[in-house]
């Protein structure tokens, strides 16, 4: 086997975190009897059950920080980025269903978060980002580390606030809380000046809210619903079609429960992965630009659509005019009235909770009289069985050079049956990971959709190993998109957040040399990588272990011995074929059914 391993140097501090902390705790605490600004924040995380939060300090949240000192319950995590700290707490959000916090100081803290957040609202995740800001006083007046964070961050959030009064900062974190996770969840952004996080007033922490202007829908119609039972039981072609929207929803075993009930075939999308078990023979594969032949054939030719919290964005559907060309009645159920008939008209619209809605649904068919047409089934049946004979994730195997593809296969077969959480970077990295890797259950694949933001992979997987600390988490990523915040391996070594990274190493940033290949005629500006560092000796400076793996043989053992190492970060350099390309392919402009299934198709 080819690979090398070099064991961590440790080096002891004169004096440990603990002394450090211990001789602090001996300066005077504020005498005051009510508490100030930073202390409520403080009593706000820990009613509303905050376990983790990750930051980085500066000067307009020293306050806060010198809170957070003075309590042992809220584990904070320093990042070496800002934009880190918010993926990391959108990574634990993604995995746990609970409310993501990240803690950044004014100015450059809260452009270095925008990123994160934007990620994270783009993807509906439940987040609560507190940033700091000049005093009062200052706003407004090109004060040091001055910016508009309510201005810049107003398109990327679900809502966001500056507290002027420190009497409304409680009030206002248990709106944030509220809004972040209710309805069709995203991150709130409170923005909170220097001056009110020093200044007293009374606590109290109300045990809910009401908000007039808020009020988002959580049943469905039931007369849409019963419009939607009777097309589902009179469809001859029918096919379910979920998003994010249902994992955002915890809403997989209704989903499981709908689809055994009718018999229907099945198909997530990217951001829906595993809210049906890949393993089960009604489920198509993901759909999409990169989507499975049968899934996206079946797509096109339905005549009833079920579309469970999705969206019909344009990496799903391809061309809407093509999607258009062909006559189906469509249902649609999401949260988010905007999202409906956004790109695709609809016939039965149902707002409201997917998990509720589908529960709903399920009573219903049940007692039908009505039951679907079996024939018409079992023909429609043999058709997607036909679609699926033409094996469209099939490779060429190679003893010669490693495939990208047979990585994530490998890493598939030797976690099965074990708790295993996935995250990526985007690129082709990202499709082979959610082609090859058959995800069984919901949330525990995470990926950034919409936004597409390269470097979250390493953020996401620190904040999942905190909040799943036995369980395997693995990274995989691209020698390009680890370098984006590669610096997260420092906080790895500080918290002791045993992650293994598998960079699939092809030299380029491979889904732009695709696409440069596909479609600009092989000019490859600036997609490959001539200074690459030796990520095995970096890996090794942070005090983690670095595998060089050049050989398909060495493949598994290299992944054998990352999953054995369950106390240490593993950082993997696997040397891919670097003219490997993504199959199948929906070309921009084209429709979903007008797939390249591989080169000999251009």
């Known amino acids: 086997m080819v690979f090398r391993q070099r064991k961590s140097q440790r080096f002891e501090m004169d004096m440990s975190a603990a002394e450090v902390k211990r001789a602090a705790s001996a300066q005077p605490q504020n005498p005051s009897q009510e508490p100030n600004g930073s202390e409520i924040l403080v009593r706000c995380l820990q009613a509303e059950g905050v ?14 920080y010198d809170a957070l000192y003075k309590q042992d319950t809220i584990e904070h995590v320093l990042v070496r980025h800002e934009q880190a700290a918010v993926h990391a707490a959108d990574g634990y959000a993604r995995a746990t269903g609970e409310v993501g916090v990240a803690l950044v100081t004014s100015g450059p803290g809260v452009t270095n978060a925008v990123t994160g957040i934007a990620t994270a609202y783009m993807d509906s995740i439940p987040m609560v980002i507190i940033t700091g800001q000049v005093p009062t006083p200052a706003i407004g007046l090109d004060a040091f580390q001055e910016c508009d964070t309510v201005g810049i961050t107003r398109p990327i959030v679900k809502h966001n606030f500056l507290v002027k009064d420190v009497r409304d900062l409680a009030l206002t974190l248990k709106k944030a809380f509220h809004i972040a996770r209710t309805g069709r969840p995203g991150p709130v952004v409170v923005d909170i000046p220097k001056d009110v996080s020093l200044k007293t007033a009374p606590f109290h922490y109300p045990e809910h809210v009401e908000m007039r202007s808020y009020n988002p829908v959580r049943k469905g119609h039931g007369g849409q619903i019963r419009k939607a039972v009777q097309l589902l039981l009179q469809a001859k072609r029918p096919y379910i079609y979920t998003g994010g929207g249902v994992i955002l929803g915890n809403a997989s075993a209704e ?8 018999g229907y075939p099945c198909t997530n999308t990217l951001m829906g992965l595993g809210a049906i078990a890949a393993s089960d023979p009604k489920f198509l594969g993901m759909l999409g630009m990169h989507g499975t032949y049968e899934a996206n054939m079946t797509m096109q030719h339905c005549d009833v659509l079920l579309a469970v919290g999705a969206r019909f964005d344009d990496r799903v559907i391809g061309n809407p005019k093509h999607f258009a060309s062909v006559e189906r009645k469509i249902v649609h159920i999401d949260i988010d009235p905007s999202s409906i008939s956004k790109r695709v008209k609809v016939d039965i619209p149902i707002v ?8 709903e ?10 039951k679907p047409d079996g024939a018409a089934i079992n023909a429609w049946w043999s058709q997607i069985n036909d679609w699926r004979k033409r094996e469209c994730l099939s490779y060429k195997k190679s003893t010669e050079v490693i495939k990208p593809q047979y990585v994530v296969e490998t890493l598939y077969n030797l976690t099965r049956g074990r708790d295993t959480y996935i995250t990526s970077d985007v690129g082709q990295h990202q499709m082979w ?3 090859f890797f058959g995800f069984e259950e919901p949330r525990r694949w995470i990926n950034s959709g919409r936004l597409g933001s390269m470097g979250v992979g390493l953020p996401y997987a620190m904040g999942i190993k905190l909040a799943k600390p036995d369980s395997d988490v693995f990274c995989i990523t691209g020698e390009g998109s680890i370098q984006m915040c590669i ?5 790895c070594a500080q918290y002791k957040t045993a992650v293994k990274i598998v960079s699939l190493n092809n030299r380029y940033l491979g889904m732009v040399r695709q696409w440069q290949e596909l479609d600009y005629g092989g000019r490859y500006s600036h997609s490959y990588m001539d200074a690459l560092p030796d990520f095995v000796k970096l890996a090794e400076a942070y005090g983690h272990v670095g595998l060089l793996v050049e050989k398909p043989s060495d493949v598994e053992p290299a992944l054998r011995e990352a999953i054995k ?9 696997v040397r891919t074929d670097p003219t490997e390309n993504v199959w199948p392919m929906v070309q921009a402009g084209k429709g979903i059914s007008e797939m ?4 000999e198709d251009l």
Do not use: C
């Open 596 to 599: 390249l299934l591989g080169s």
């Open 433 to 435: 990971a959610a082609q």
């Open 565 to 573: 190492l369950k106390d240490r970060t593993v950082f993997l350099d």
């Open 487 to 491: 610096q997260e391996l420092s906080t």
């Open 352 to 359: 409201g909770d997917v998990k509720d809605v589908l529960q």
């Open 51 to 64: 376990k983790y939060l990750w930051g980085y300090p500066g000067g307009a949240v020293l306050y806060i």
């Open 255 to 262: 989903l499981r429960e709908l689809v055994n009930l009718l």
């Open 361 to 370: 649904l399920i009573s219903q068919l049940k007692e039908a009289q009505a």
